[in-house]
């Protein structure tokens, strides 16, 4: 089973006010110019970042915010000038949009994703931290705070407390599941650009955790191990051919949902992982007709720590933001060298039949590929949370 949380996926965007209300909800399948070039950038990034993961972590699972790191980047692209704006803004597939429309497009997703679903809880949180005394521009800042409603804080990095303060808003923005990011704050850093998600749903058609049993289960390395295994029988959407079977779990009223894909063959997921795209994704999920099956999957959490993610972007072609000599962030001070020196991103997610938060503190678990070993016309099945963080530090 391949995780990564992709947000933007089926997602409509409201044009200009993103207060979303019962009435209003017919108004989100009319995408706006904007949002619509958000979107598909996003996914065709979100497909590329899967293809990476799958080729850099072949023996791990692994799980992953598209929409995080694409919207801590907006940010930063609200600093950037020249070619280092102009590679951001097409590496994630905005090209085509203002400046002023990608922050637009940002800000009203933002408004649709935590209002869309009462049932739902989601929460987007941005914040800016940067060096007392260091001179930013203001419009940066306002901007920010206008489009991502990030929380602005001059601190001195020099003192301890500066680092138990950011620590600080993160353990709040993630409910108590991730503690601590930062240890230090090297002299040379001048800020910090984070974003955190926080995702909680029960699916629509629940399950009896009665019906939780011990099952064999084949991990990446081929070895079979006894685990909790949960189980449901009833209509979802589905479709199955020769490649893959799919099927599409609602949450809460039905605006969000969990899509399972399940390779045909249980020997090569991260081949799996590493060939699908963007295109040929819609094309399956839009085949997808309601039919009764049983569905399985085992009780599992991950907590992804993605190391290698700055190495993995710049492989990718995101490589001016990094350079020490080429990147210009002049929108955030025109009189100092900035770069990026670091990013960080960090996913959680546990699946259980419960899908409460106080089951969800633990923060290790295995590592290995989840390969679920089903009968004809069975799938995986699960409730939970997810919670993803991406932070950005700035270098003079």
Same mark, same amino acid.
């Given at each position: 089973?391949?995780?990564?949380?992709?947000?933007?996926?089926?997602?409509?965007?409201?044009?200009?006010?993103?207060?979303?209300?019962?009435? %209003?909800?017919?108004?989100?399948?009319?995408? %706006?110019?904007?949002?619509?070039?958000?979107?598909?950038?996003?996914?065709?990034? +979100?497909?590329?970042?899967? /293809?990476?993961?799958?080729?850099?972590?072949?023996?791990?699972?692994?799980?992953?915010? &598209?929409? !995080?790191?694409?919207?801590?980047?907006?940010?930063?692209?609200?600093? +950037?000038?020249?070619?280092?704006? *102009?590679?951001?803004?097409?590496?994630? #597939?905005?090209?085509?949009?203002?400046?002023?429309?990608?922050?637009?497009?940002?800000?009203?997703?933002?408004?649709? *994703?935590?209002?869309?679903? &009462? /049932?739902?809880?989601?929460?987007?949180?941005? !914040?800016?931290?940067?060096?007392? #005394?260091?001179?930013?521009?203001?419009?940066?800042?306002?901007?920010?705070?206008?489009?991502?409603?990030?929380?602005?804080?001059?601190?001195?990095?020099?003192?301890?407390?500066?680092?138990?303060?950011?620590?600080?808003?993160?353990?709040?923005?993630?409910?108590? *599941?991730?503690?601590?990011?930062?240890?230090?704050?090297?002299?040379?850093?001048?800020?910090?650009?984070?974003?955190?998600?926080?995702?909680?749903?029960?699916?629509?058609?629940?399950?009896?955790?009665?019906?939780?049993?011990?099952? &064999?289960?084949?991990?990446?390395?081929?070895?079979?191990?006894?685990?909790?295994?949960?189980?449901?029988?009833?209509?979802? #959407?589905?479709?199955?051919?020769?490649?893959? /079977?799919?099927?599409?779990?609602?949450?809460?009223?039905?605006?969000?949902?969990?899509?399972?894909?399940? &390779?045909?063959?249980?020997?090569?997921?991260?081949?799996?992982?590493?060939?699908?795209?963007?295109?040929?994704?819609?094309?399956?999920?839009? /085949?997808?007709?309601?039919?009764?099956?049983?569905?399985?999957?085992?009780?599992?959490?991950?907590?992804?720590?993605?190391?290698?993610?700055?190495?993995?972007?710049? =492989?990718?072609?995101?490589?001016?933001?990094?350079?020490?000599?080429?990147?210009?962030?002049?929108?955030?001070?025109?009189?100092?060298?900035?770069?990026?020196?670091?990013?960080?991103?960090?996913?959680?997610?546990?699946?259980?039949?419960?899908?409460? =938060?106080?089951?969800?503190?633990?923060? !290790?678990?295995?590592?290995?590929?989840?390969?679920?070993?089903?009968?004809?016309? !069975?799938?995986?099945?699960?409730?939970?949370?997810?919670?993803?963080?991406?932070?950005?530090?700035?270098?003079?």
């Amino acid at each position: 089973m391949i995780l990564l949380l992709a947000m933007f996926t089926g997602c409509d965007i409201l044009e200009g006010d993103a207060d979303v209300t019962a009435d %209003s909800k017919e108004t989100l399948r009319e995408l %706006s110019v904007q949002g619509k070039v958000l979107s598909e950038g996003a996914n065709d990034f +979100t497909f590329e970042l899967l /293809q990476k993961l799958a080729e850099t972590t072949p023996d791990e699972s692994f799980f992953a915010s &598209p929409l !995080s790191i694409s919207m801590a980047f907006g940010m930063v692209l609200n600093g +950037t000038d020249g070619d280092t704006y *102009l590679e951001m803004r097409d590496f994630f #597939g905005q090209d085509g949009l203002t400046n002023e429309e990608i922050n637009i497009a940002f800000r009203d997703l933002i408004g649709l *994703l935590t209002n869309l679903d &009462p /049932q739902v809880r989601m929460e987007i949180a941005n !914040s800016i931290w940067y060096r007392k #005394g260091f001179e930013v521009i203001q419009e940066f800042l306002e901007t920010n705070e206008e489009y991502f409603e990030a929380e602005i804080e001059d601190l001195d990095f020099g003192d301890r407390a500066a680092v138990d303060i950011i620590n600080g808003w993160i353990n709040d923005k993630t409910n108590g *599941l991730i503690e601590e990011m930062i240890d230090e704050i090297g002299p040379d850093v001048v800020m910090f650009l984070i974003n955190a998600i926080y995702f909680k749903a029960d699916w629509s058609i629940q399950f009896d955790p009665d019906d939780t049993r011990d099952e &064999p289960f084949l991990t990446g390395s081929g070895e079979s191990a006894n685990v909790p295994m949960m189980r449901v029988r009833d209509a979802f #959407g589905y479709h199955e051919n020769s490649e893959w /079977q799919v099927v599409d779990l609602p949450n809460g009223e039905g605006d969000f949902s969990f899509t399972a894909f399940l &390779p045909a063959d249980r020997n090569d997921l991260s081949g799996f992982a590493g060939s699908v795209t963007r295109q040929e994704f819609d094309l399956i999920t839009s /085949q997808l007709e309601e039919d009764t099956v049983n569905v399985y999957m085992p009780r599992f959490e991950i907590d992804f720590d993605y190391e290698d993610i700055m190495d993995n972007l710049e =492989e990718m072609g995101l490589t001016l933001p990094f350079s020490t000599s080429g990147a210009d962030f002049s929108r955030i001070n025109p009189n100092k060298d900035l770069f990026i020196s670091d990013v960080m991103h960090r996913a959680v997610i546990m699946v259980d039949e419960e899908g409460s =938060e106080a089951a969800a503190v633990t923060q !290790s678990c295995s590592r290995a590929n989840m390969r679920v070993r089903c009968n004809d016309r !069975s799938l995986c099945y699960a409730n939970g949370f997810a919670l993803n963080l991406t932070i950005i530090q700035l270098w003079i």
